[in-house]
């Protein structure tokens, strides 16, 4: 049998401000196990608390697939004497509690006889649409949108994801040419070479980069966003 494993630091990343700022470390919220040894855990709720915080990160980041839907089901399924009480007090405070009810009412359509609607349908045709783990279209319109909602102008935003991808920061041109790790004056040069290199070689890459300045158009990112808000989640970042 395969088996993925993950290792992480924290239990959300850093970058996902709001959801990392509730969680941090996440030492805050183990217990004592109840077996005598020196486990620790979190309490069932927080436990359903952070699986669907995951769930909700990855949803609006690049799209989230079947598989962890259904892990929040199995656990909802194996845990029947949750504190909701809690659980929706908590979700509140991370701004995830219609999410929450949404994708509890996409349960019921799944896996009960509950009655679908137009956020049901939503959610399903998205996650049915995200493979496993999202996909690249997904994080490109994702991260347009955050700096859109951050201030930034969406011909910018463009602009710069353009100039970053064409002239690669000095650590990723040194990775790819090491010579800049011994003479990095050179970066310049270099950027033009990579150029010939993608022209002559990677041709697909160029594609690529084009599919992506298309996809992040000023329509099509606030289609995005409208999509996460009207099933309850925005990126709720304090700059």
Known sequence: MNRHIELHKRLIPSYNKDYYEYFGYGWQLAIESENGTTEFKM????????????????????????????????????????????????????????????????????????????KTDLITQIIFNSGVYGTHETRVLSNAYKKTISGENVKNVRITAFLKTAFLPYKFMADKYPVLKKIPILLPIMWVVRFFDILIFKRDKIKTQINDFETSSAERITDYGQALNYVGLDFNFKE
């Open 43 to 118: 309490s069932d709720e927080d436990q359903m608390i952070f699986l669907f915080t995951h769930f909700a990160k990855h949803y609006r980041n690049s799209g989230i697939g079947i598989r962890h839907i259904v892990d929040l089901w199995v656990y909802q399924q194996n845990k029947t004497k949750l504190n909701e009480d809690y659980i929706e007090r908590e979700l509140k405070k991370l701004q995830l509690n219609d999410f929450y009810v949404n994708i509890l009412k996409t349960l019921e359509v799944w896996f009960g006889d509950g009655q679908d609607n137009d």
